[in-house]
């Protein structure tokens, strides 16, 4: 049944912060559960964004090889395991969100995350433990994906149900903002550490710095997330036994074309925000310095931008049109978006073109969450949620590096980027025109 969404304005309306919209708003939840709601996947992503600025370091010393070269990829495919456990975690702890609640998995995988951190960043090196060192390394980032693949489904589950209709928009969005301020955090850590300490302090300690920094706010999000009121009826009648399974049954549909209309943002994330420095480095031989600018402004508009396409999506009745809308003119900025790179344009143009491009996705990224919970029932929406993000970001955002490197390579072309793009662009149009939008808010 589709629901009528009315919009009265309040105070909060009004602010230009989410924050002050959230504590303003007499429907939700306070900014400190907030806060402590989105901690866990603001985490995942600090987490990927320092290991990815340390990756270097980290294969010198836990895969130790006469090639630097091999070590730098087995440190990469080490933290690439980690999406190999997503797809797992969806289904394993989205079933416990729909069937023992949010609040109940939500301190679950904070509990299981802190745990995997822990075992980065304390684990013993090659040199002390020997083969021991990479088992360590491998088994905390296996925990931490598969914790990672319940996080959004029940983390966004709760931030959509605790509250009135006229704001969940607002609330969905922290989940975007947590990863933009992640990100920026990460990097920042990562260049801040390696300015202030020598190579050789990088290497005896400074590199898990970041690490134990994480891993010190945990506890704080676990204790919050403890207090939390519960926004799902465990009883018999408003649960199902397995929710994966039912899933599966009854709205498979829905879940093949969810994965499916993921691919196209977590493809742009991954490649714009993480691979376009590499790409400018290595294939156009532009200055490092240079290219970092691009994921700073893609990192920037990420932490910004999502509160916006939260109230943008709470004013208006359906979230398809908002979604159409910004995947056409977001595909038609992929292939100007190269040519400027390519062809020597001023790097200002460049910026902006990304700018536009990632305004579009963060304020589609919040539509889409929208649009995927409110079409599961609240039996099974957390487990949907989860499995439509974690298979999607597993399949398309995990490989979309490797993917684009292995097309560089066959085709010798440096387009190749862009094409790949814009044909996880029509995949995920299609899919989101075949999309039947409704509502499931009991």
């Not at 403890?226 to 199902?240: D, I, K, Y």
């Not at 991954?270 to 691009?294: D, K």
Request: glycine share 10%; net charge positive.
């Amino acid at each position: 049944m589709k629901e009528s969404v009315s919009y009265a304005p309040s105070r909060a309306d009004f602010t230009g912060s989410p924050a002050v919209a959230a504590s303003s708003a007499s429907d939700g939840p306070s900014v400190k559960s907030l806060v402590a709601v989105t901690l866990g996947n603001g985490l995942e992503i600090y987490d990927f964004a320092v290991y990815s600025f340390f990756s270097v370091i980290i294969g010198h010393l836990f895969f130790p090889a006469s090639n630097d070269y091999v070590s730098l990829l087995l440190a990469v495919a080490t933290f690439g395991v980690g999406f190999i456990m997503r797809p797992l975690g969806s289904m394993v702890l989205g079933n416990y969100a729909d069937r023992h609640g949010r609040k109940a998995a939500m301190t679950l995988i904070m509990g299981l995350m802190s745990l995997g951190v822990l075992m980065v960043a304390f684990a013993p090196t090659y040199k002390d433990v020997g083969i021991f060192a990479p088992i360590v390394l491998i088994a905390g980032r296996l925990l931490q994906g598969f914790s990672a693949g319940g996080e959004v489904g029940a983390a966004t589950t709760w931030l959509m149900e605790a509250g009135g209709h006229s704001r969940r928009g607002v609330r969905v969005s922290w989940q975007m903002t947590s990863q933009g301020g992640a990100a920026l955090l990460g990097a920042a850590m990562g260049a801040g550490l390696s300015h202030l300490l020598s190579d050789q302090q990088l290497y005896d300690w400074g590199w898990r710095v970041p690490f134990i920094f994480g891993l010190l706010i945990m506890p704080v999000g676990l204790y919050i997330r403890r207090q939390l009121p519960e926004t799902h009826s465990t009883t018999a009648a408003s649960t199902v036994a397995n929710p994966a399974l039912t899933l599966w049954r009854e709205h498979r549909r829905a879940l093949v074309l969810g994965i499916l209309l993921v691919m196209k943002g977590t493809t742009t994330f991954y490649i714009i925000v993480y691979y376009m420095p590499a790409y400018m480095v290595n294939t156009l031989h532009m200055p490092a310095s240079i290219s970092y600018w691009i994921s700073l402004t893609a990192a920037l508009l990420t932490l910004l931008i999502p509160f916006w396409g939260g109230r943008l999506a709470d004013r208006l009745p359906k979230r398809k049109p908002i979604l159409i809308g910004c995947a056409i003119v977001s595909f038609l900025l992929i292939w100007p978006i190269f040519a400027t790179i390519l062809y020597g344009v001023p790097l200002g143009y460049t910026i902006a073109l990304i700018a536009v491009d990632q305004i579009l996705a963060n304020i589609s990224a919040v539509a889409m969450f929208l649009l995927v919970l409110e079409t599961f029932p609240k039996a099974v929406r957390a487990c949907g949620m989860a499995m439509v993000y974690a298979v999607g970001v597993s399949l398309f955002g995990g490989f979309a590096q490797f993917n684009v490197t292995w097309l560089l390579k066959v085709t010798n072309a440096p387009m190749a980027p862009a094409w790949y793009l814009m044909f996880c662009s029509v995949v995920s149009l299609a899919a989101l025109v075949a999309w039947r939008e409704r509502h499931h808010d009991e």
